[in-house]
């Protein structure tokens, strides 16, 4: 079975994991510190989700979700993830992230500036652009009618094609935006960004690409 990893125990997080559960994953969580000061937290919050140290959730993972604030992924070492499919579920946001002059701040470069710190890891961007309570309640079967659809973006497309998979696990179709690059279209400030859209409707937002998951 695919086990997940969410590296980040706060509302994204939190919502992240519950939601892999319920489709069947096992879900590993972790914060910051040692696996004990937040295993209250996933018992009460998470229920079956298993707390670990970051390190030793990455390397027990198939696939990793990073939801710490985007200011701190520099804080996560990156050994761990090294050759591990990493969702980069992170947005820069004022009132966590700050305004300083962090050029990272820059929601067009986010991700890759967060691939130059996971440069060993197979980085996928989604679950960014859509709110953490409609993550948990827009989830629905396969067949059914206007399904809501997520976008993903990555330079490796086995990864991709991974996260398709769950998504579509946690009740979501999957719709490929093309190279990592592309994930400044679903972005804060874009029409995407947290839009309930079916997949011909996203299809039809987002530049035409290749390759269609």
Known sequence: MTRIAVLGVGRVGSAVARTAMRAGYDVLVA???PAEDIALLADIVMPGAVA????????AADIIVLAVPLHKHRSVDPAPLAGKV???????WTPVDGSSDDPDRDDTRTSEIVAQHFDRSRLVKSLNHIGYHDLEEHGTAADTPDRRALAIASDDEAAAELVAEMLDG????AVYAGPLDHGRFFGP????????LTREQLEATLPAVELAL
């Open 31 to 33: 914060g910051s510190g």
């Open 52 to 59: 670990m140290t970051a390190a030793e959730a990455s390397l």
């Open 86 to 92: 990493v969702i980069d579920a992170m947005n820069w």
């Open 170 to 173: 946690f009740g979501f179709d």
């Open 189 to 196: 400030g874009t029409r995407i960004f947290t839009s309930s």
